[in-house]
């Protein structure tokens, strides 16, 4: 059982930055792939982006491609997300997720779910 715990979640105004973390524990963190998908009110979960167990390869939603990069620190069993030039359109509860197997765009092949964290961006 993996327990995940995202942070770092706030208010920004639009052009703004924030830094996502996701710590995990319970599980050999190094070992899965991992996941950040969004969830803004009254819409569905999407994804964001995924990265694979070692970090060496990674993908982007198109909506934040060259916005928001993702990275692991698997010495800290800890998952970020670095969002950049933040927009409205980005205002949603944030997740992160281990995958089941290859990192996908799919939240259906994510096993284990973090609580999510709130991320709001002003106009």
């Known amino acids: 059982q993996v327990q995940l715990v995202e942070s770092g979640g706030g208010l920004v105004q639009a052009g703004g930055s924030l830094r996502l973390s996701c710590r995990a524990s319970?599980?050999?963190?190094?070992?899965?792939?991992m996941g950040w998908f969004r969830q803004a009110p009254g819409k569905e979960r999407d994804f964001v982006s995924h990265i694979t167990w070692s970090g060496g390869s990674t993908h982007y939603a198109d909506s934040v491609k060259g916005r928001f990069t993702i990275s692991r620190d698997n010495a800290k069993s800890t998952l970020y997300l670095q969002m950049n030039n933040l927009k409205p359109e980005d205002t949603a509860v944030y997740f992160c997720?281990?995958?089941?197997?290859?990192?996908?765009?799919?939240?259906?092949?994510?096993?284990?779910w973090g609580q999510g964290t709130q991320v709001t961006v002003s106009s």
């Open positions: 997720a281990t995958a089941r197997g290859a990192p996908t765009t799919s939240e259906n092949e994510y096993k284990y």
């Open positions: 319970g599980g050999l963190f190094s070992s899965y792939a």
